[in-house]
C-alpha cells in the first residue's frame, strides 16, 4: 500500500464578494516508501497549495478542503488538530523555499533544530543538543557545534538550506515534501542539496514528494513525475516516459521552450504562446485550450479526464488530442 | 500576438557609424569596491568588499556577451558599473570611442540615452502608478525627443508593437499584466530612446517557464531589427549559452574564463565553469543519469577577504600542491579566442589532471575546503 494517497483532492479558496479560486481541483497521486514523486507545473498551477493541503497547514477560513489524503491507511482531513500537530515534523516534513522567510532570524539555529527534537522525541539539555549537532552535520554543515549558536543571517543561503533540512530530518520522517527546496539557490549549491535529498531517499527508504517549476531537477531526481496544470494533474509517468515521450501538448511545449546545455546552439526556442493566467474553466473545457498548438473544437466544448494512455503503458493523460509518441526524442541517449 | 516574427528592415541603428571592428564598449580593469567603516563620528575604512576586481571585457557591436556566474559573484556590480549606475573605483569603460569614466553631468545623462538596462523584476522596476503610456514617454520626454505632430502617441504605438504588446495597452497599468508582458514594458521602456548598448540584468529569471522562451526570443528578434549590443548578466548557464556570442565567467569578482559560446562549452577549461556546467540539470533522465557531477564544496569565500593566490583554490576539485594558492593566476589565451585564468588549464585541457572528488563518493559533500 501506498504510504501517501491523495485522492481527488479539492482547495477552493472563498472570499466574500469574489469569485472562488479553485487553486486544486481534483488532484490524485500516490507516493510509496523510498519513492520520489515529482509535482511540476508553472506559478499558479497549484502545486504549492497540493502540499500544504497534505500538511494541513491551509487556514481554517476561506478555505473549503475536498477529497481525502491518506497517510499510511489514515485520512489526514479526519484527524484532530492536535494529532496533526504530532504527526507533521514526526511522520510527515517540509522543506520549504525560502530559507530565510522560513527560519526564525531571532533565534539561534541550534534552539529551532533543538525545538523539533524536544517537542517529538522528548530529548533534552545535552542529549537534544548533541543530537542537533549531529543532524547539522549529516546534512554537511561544518563545524556543526559552533554553528548551533549561529542565527539564521549568519548562515549562507546554501548552509540555511541545510539546516532547515536538518530539521525536517530530525525525527526520521517517513514522508518528506519539498517545496522548490532548491529555487533561491545558486546551481552549485543546489546540485550539493539534490545530492543530498537523493542519498536520503536510497539510505533511509524515505518517501520524497519533490514539487518544482525546474524539469531538469525532476528529470534528476523523481521516479514518478506528475504535470499540473490550473489545478489539474494533465500527465502522469515516470521520468523516462515522460521526458521520452512526452503526450501532453503542455509538457511537451514546456520541453520545447528551455534550452538544453546537451543540445547543440541555435535551436530556437518554441515558446508556448499567452501566459498561465489564459485559462478555461475545467469543468467545462480543457483549462490549456487557449494556449495549445493542438487544439481542438471539442477541446473548448467538453473537459477530457485524466485517463491511461491507449498508445503507451503506465502513462496517464488528460488530453483530446494529445502529441503523437516520440516527438520529442530523448536527446544524447 | 505573441509569435509575431518581425522582419528584418533598415540597416541596424547602432552599426552605422563606420569603424564596426572596434568594440562597441570596452572595459579594461575595472574595479568596484565598497567600502568597510567602522566608528560612528570618526568612521574610518577597514576594508572592502572587491566586489569587482579588476574586469577586462570586450563587447562587439551587434552581438551579445553574456556574463554568468553565481549569487554574490559581482556581474551585476559589474553591469551597474558600466552604465555608471554605481561608480568604479578603478579602471577604464570606453564606450564607442567614449571614455564614460570621465564624463560627468549633462553629459553623463546625454550618453545615458545610448546605454539603457532592463532589470530583473518587472514588478518592481515599473512604477505601479505610471500607465504604459507615461512609462514609455518618459525617457523621451526627459531627453527631449521631439514629438511628432500627436505628441508622442505614435512612437508608444511603434514600441508596444516591435515588443508584441497590443495598441490598447498603452492605458493600462503595470499590475493589469502578466508577468510576461510586463517585462516587454520593461523592454519596451529601454528601448524607447533607440540604445546602442542594452543591459539586461537577469531578464528572465522572474518568469514563468513557459514564458521565459517567449522573452529571450524577443530579445533576439529586436537585437536583429534594431542592431542592438546586449550585455546579459544571468545566472542560468543554458541560458545565457542559447543567446550570447561571447560567454565571461565570473568568481568572486574577476572573469575565470572568457569564450565563444560554443567553445566554451565544448572545451570548458577552468575548473569552475567545468563544474558550474556539470551541476546545471539537463531536463532529460538517460542524460541526467550518464553525468558525472563534480560537487563543489563548501560556499563562496567572502568577497571582502578573497583568498590569496586563486580565488577559486579553496573549492577547487582540481587543486594542486603548488602554485594555486599563492599565485594568482591571470587571464591567458589557451585556445583560439578563449581565454582562462587558471595555471593548470593545459593539463586539464588534456586530461592529465582529473578531480579530487566526484558525486559518486558521498564524502564529497561533506568536506569543507580548509580556510586559506
Known amino acids: 500500500m501506498a504510504l501517501l494517497d491523495v485522492k481527488d483532492l479539492e482547495v477552493v479558496f472563498t472570499r466574500r464578494g469574489r469569485r472562488d479560486v479553485r487553486a486544486v481541483d481534483g488532484v490524485s497521486f500516490s507516493v510509496d516508501p523510498g519513492q520520489t514523486v515529482g509535482l511540476v507545473g508553472e506559478s499558479g498551477c497549484g502545486k504549492s497549495v497540493t502540499s500544504l493541503a497534505v500538511m494541513g497547514l491551509l487556514p481554517k477560513r476561506g478555505v473549503q478542503r475536498g477529497g481525502s489524503v491518506y497517510f499510511d491507511g489514515a485520512n489526514l482531513f479526519d484527524l484532530s488538530d492536535d494529532r496533526m500537530r504530532?504527526?507533521?515534523?514526526?511522520?510527515?516534513?517540509?522543506?520549504?523555499?525560502?530559507?530565510?522567510?522560513?527560519?526564525?532570524?531571532?533565534?539561534?539555529?541550534?534552539?529551532?533544530?533543538?525545538?523539533?527534537?524536544e517537542r517529538h522525541r522528548g530529548m533534552r539539555g545535552a542529549a537534544a543538543r548533541s543530537e542537533a549537532a549531529h543532524l547539522l552535520e549529516r546534512v554537511g554543515i561544518p563545524e556543526p557545534e559552533r554553528r548551533l549558536g549561529d542565527y539564521p543571517h549568519q548562515l549562507s543561503g546554501g548552509m540555511r538550506q541545510r539546516a532547515l533540512i536538518a530539521m525536517s530530518l530530525a525525527c526520521q520522517p517517513r514522508l518528506l515534501i519539498a517545496d522548490e527546496p532548491t529555487t533561491a539557490l545558486d546551481v552549485t549549491i543546489q546540485a550539493q542539496i539534490l545530492e543530498?535529498?537523493?542519498?536520503?531517499?536510497?539510505?533511509?527508504?524515505?518517501?520524497?514528494?519533490?514539487?518544482?517549476?525546474?524539469?531538469?531537477?525532476?528529470?534528476?531526481?523523481?521516479?514518478?513525475v506528475n504535470v499540473m496544470y490550473s489545478g489539474r494533474?494533465?500527465?502522469?509517468?515516470?521520468?523516462?516516459?515522460?521526458?521520452?515521450?512526452p503526450r501532453h501538448p503542455y509538457t511537451g511545449g514546456l520541453l520545447r521552450s528551455v534550452p538544453r546545455l546537451d543540445q547543440p546552439r541555435g535551436v530556437a526556442l518554441n515558446p508556448i504562446p499567452g501566459s498561465p493566467s489564459d485559462t478555461l474553466p475545467w469543468a467545462e473545457a480543457c483549462a490549456f485550450a487557449p494556449r495549445c498548438g493542438n487544439v481542438e473544437s471539442r477541446c473548448r466544448e467538453s473537459s477530457p479526464a485524466l485517463a491511461d494512455d491507449p498508445l503507451r503503458p503506465a502513462h496517464e493523460l488528460r488530453c483530446f488530442n494529445p502529441l503523437a509518441p516520440a516527438v520529442l526524442d530523448e536527446v544524447g541517449s | 500576438m505573441t509569435d509575431r516574427t518581425l522582419q528584418p528592415e533598415a540597416p541596424p541603428v547602432g552599426d552605422t557609424d563606420g569603424g564596426s571592428d572596434t568594440p562597441l564598449l570596452q572595459v579594461r580593469g575595472l574595479t568596484v569596491h565598497f567600502p568597510i567603516k567602522k566608528g560612528i563620528l570618526l568612521e574610518r575604512q577597514v576594508g572592502a568588499v572587491r566586489a569587482v576586481d579588476g574586469v577586462?571585457?570586450?563587447?562587439?557591436?551587434?552581438?551579445t556577451y553574456g556574463l554568468v556566474g553565481e549569487s554574490g559573484c559581482g556581474k551585476s556590480t559589474l553591469g551597474r558599473a558600466v552604465l555608471r549606475l554605481v561608480e568604479p573605483t578603478a579602471g577604464d569603460v570606453t564606450f564607442d570611442g567614449t571614455d564614460v569614466r570621465a564624463l560627468q553631468g549633462e553629459t553623463l545623462r546625454r550618453m545615458r540615452r545610448r546605454m539603457q538596462m532592463i532589470f530583473q523584476d518587472p514588478m518592481a522596476s515599473l512604477d505601479p502608478r505610471q500607465s504604459v503610456e507615461s512609462i514609455l514617454t518618459e525617457p523621451l520626454k526627459a531627453h527631449r525627443i521631439e514629438a511628432g505632430p500627436g505628441g508622442h502617441t505614435a512612437r508608444v504605438r511603434e514600441l508596444l508593437d516591435l515588443v508584441g504588446l497590443p495598441a490598447n495597452a498603452s492605458g493600462r497599468y503595470p499590475h493589469e499584466f502578466s508577468g510576461g508582458q510586463r517585462q516587454r514594458v520593461g523592454i519596451a521602456r529601454a528601448i524607447a530612446l533607440n540604445p546602442d548598448l542594452i543591459v539586461a540584468d537577469e531578464p528572465v529569471s522572474a518568469?514563468?517557464?513557459?514564458?521565459?522562451?517567449?522573452?529571450?526570443?524577443l530579445l533576439e528578434e529586436l537585437q536583429d531589427r534594431l542592431g542592438l549590443t546586449y550585455l546579459v548578466i544571468a545566472h542560468d548557464l543554458a541560458l545565457v549559452r542559447h543567446i550570447s556570442d561571447t560567454i565571461g565567467v565570473m568568481y568572486l569578482g574577476r572573469l575565470a574564463e572568457q569564450s565563444p559560446s560554443d567553445d566554451l562549452y565544448a572545451h570548458p577549461l577552468h575548473p569552475y565553469t567545468i563544474a558550474l556546467m556539470s551541476a546545471v540539470p539537463?531536463?532529460?533522465?538517460?542524460?541526467?543519469?550518464?553525468?558525472?557531477?563534480?560537487?563543489?564544496?563548501g560556499d563562496l569565500p567572502s568577497p571582502a577577504d578573497p583568498p590569496a593566490g586563486c580565488r577559486f583554490h579553496t573549492r577547487c576539485p582540481f587543486r594542486q600542491a603548488t602554485r594555486c594558492h599563492d599565485e594568482q593566476p591571470e587571464l591567458r589565451e589557451v585556445r583560439p579566442g578563449?581565454?582562462?585564468?587558471?595555471?593548470?588549464a593545459e593539463d586539464i585541457l588534456a586530461g592529465r589532471l582529473t578531480a579530487h572528488a566526484s558525486a559518486h563518493d558521498p564524502t564529497a559533500t561533506r568536506v569543507e575546503a580548509p580556510a586559506p
Open chain 2, 207 to 217: 518568469l514563468d517557464v513557459s514564458i521565459q522562451a517567449q522573452v529571450v526570443n
Open chain 1, 196 to 224: 543530498l535529498l537523493k542519498e536520503l531517499v536510497t539510505d533511509s527508504g524515505t518517501a520524497l514528494v519533490m514539487i518544482t517549476h525546474d524539469l531538469g531537477v525532476v528529470a534528476g531526481l523523481c521516479d514518478v
Open chain 1, 233 to 245: 494533474v494533465v500527465e502522469s509517468a515516470t521520468r523516462g516516459e515522460l521526458f521520452g515521450t
Open chain 1, 86 to 117: 504530532d504527526m507533521r515534523g514526526r511522520d510527515i516534513a517540509m522543506v520549504f523555499q525560502d530559507p530565510m522567510t522560513s527560519l526564525n532570524p531571532v533565534v539561534p539555529v541550534g534552539v529551532q533544530v533543538t525545538e523539533v527534537l
Open chain 2, 282 to 297: 539537463i531536463p532529460g533522465p538517460a542524460v541526467e543519469d550518464a553525468r558525472e557531477r563534480i560537487l563543489l564544496t
Open chain 2, 338 to 344: 578563449h581565454r582562462v585564468a587558471c595555471h593548470w
Open chain 2, 56 to 63: 577586462d571585457l570586450d563587447v562587439a557591436r551587434g552581438t
